[in-house]
């Protein structure tokens, strides 16, 4: 069972069921996007991390492994996945899936070398199928953080410390910045945020009248932008 999640990359894609309308695919453009300048996102980054590490090691001792319950309070019981989903979501940010075969597509590829704190590490011993088992976070110093096992339960390991960890390493992911929210908010943001709230106010038509809420479908996102700034 998973959540269905939705990822946008400085695309608007503006869908309403009222209006029966049916979306075509769309070549996407290349923008130049507003943004928080590097540092700053890095800074939001590197401290959003801290909160994620924080929050995964005060639950060393109290959550205990289970492969098939998600239970978001005392005694906690996490699997792999479900435990990293619970320490996002508790810091304000949506793995969209407790499963870490849908937590492999989030974000963007990031090599061994270049990991960085809050980074998913995905690993894979099974010889069938082609979708990782187990999941962790990194917390710098070539170590995760993860919900291991029945025995072991939360903890924290060096990723030298056993074949296990370079025998089955598969992946990694960087889910930050790519699903933090922008503080503060970026255009495009705002601009998403705006059109939402015109969500079962407005109706489709092939010609467009904006004093009664009437568009076409580009006509529509014009507005938008242009109520946007």
Known sequence: MNKRFLSTTLALTIGFSSFGMV??????IQVEAATTNAQNNAQSVAAKADQLIQTGKSL???????NSVYKPTYPYKFSCAS??????????????????NYMIQQGTYVARNQLQKGDLVFFKSKKTGTDPDHVGMYIGDNKIIHMADTKQNIVISDLNSKPYYKENYVSARRVLPTLLSANPATKGDKIVENALTYKNKVSISSTTNESS?????????????????
Do not use: C, H, W
């Open 23 to 28: 979306q075509t695919a769309i070549q996407p």
């Open 60 to 66: 060393m001792g109290q959550a205990t492994y289970s």
């Open 83 to 100: 435990f990293l989903m619970y320490i996002f979501e508790k810091n304000g940010v949506d793995l969209g899936t407790y499963n870490e």
């Open 213 to 229: 809420l009437r568009f076409t479908a580009p006509a529509f996102v014009d507005f938008i932008y242009r109520k946007s700034g």
